[in-house]
């Protein structure tokens, strides 16, 4: 079995990788992130930044447990908001959200809660589809990846 070093090592090469090809997309290609795009990157960014503080600290068998639950609460979170974004893709056109403001316009009138509460119910601009890979759209992508890392998180958290 690979040491928890190396998979907390993994989990951050990954996270790097993900956001990285999330940035090409939004400057390379000119997709616009919607809000339920940018709490994604967020949670994988928080990802990340667990892994990296286990990847530098090489918490012993305690320590690699908490970083493990750590990753898998930030990692579910994702999960969350990814399925809520594949959800509303899902649904047919005339059950669809109007668009709403944008991200910068909330964050500057609303307070933070009310701006995550619009966010989660997400809207039109989160229903359309942009890119697809294999058929499968970002928010599935994401999904499956915010999935894969929350299994590693778990494993971190129960193995011996």
Excluded at 92 to 121: E, H, T, W
Excluded at 124 to 130: H, P, R, S, T
Aim: proline share 6%.
């Amino acid at each position: 079995m690979p040491s928890s070093h190396k998979i907390y090592a993994l989990i951050l090469a990954f996270c790097l990788t993900s956001i990285a090809f999330a940035l090409y997309l939004q400057h390379a290609m000119h997709l616009e992130p919607c809000p339920l795009c940018i709490f994604q990157r967020l949670a994988m960014i928080s990802v990340g930044l667990l892994a990296l503080l286990a990847t530098l600290h090489r918490p012993q068998i305690w320590g690699s447990r908490i970083y493990g639950f750590l990753i898998t609460l930030a990692s579910l979170a994702g999960m969350g908001v990814a399925i809520r974004h594949v959800w509303l893709q899902h649904l047919p056109a005339d059950q669809v959200p109007s668009c709403g403001p944008g991200l910068n316009y909330m964050l500057d009138v609303f307070p933070m809660q009310k701006v995550i509460s619009l966010v989660l119910r997400g809207s039109g601009e989160c229903a359309k589809i942009d890119w697809t890979l294999a058929g499968f759209t970002l928010p599935e992508i994401t999904l499956v990846a915010f999935a894969g890392l929350t299994l590693l998180g778990c494993y971190q958290m129960f193995r011996r």
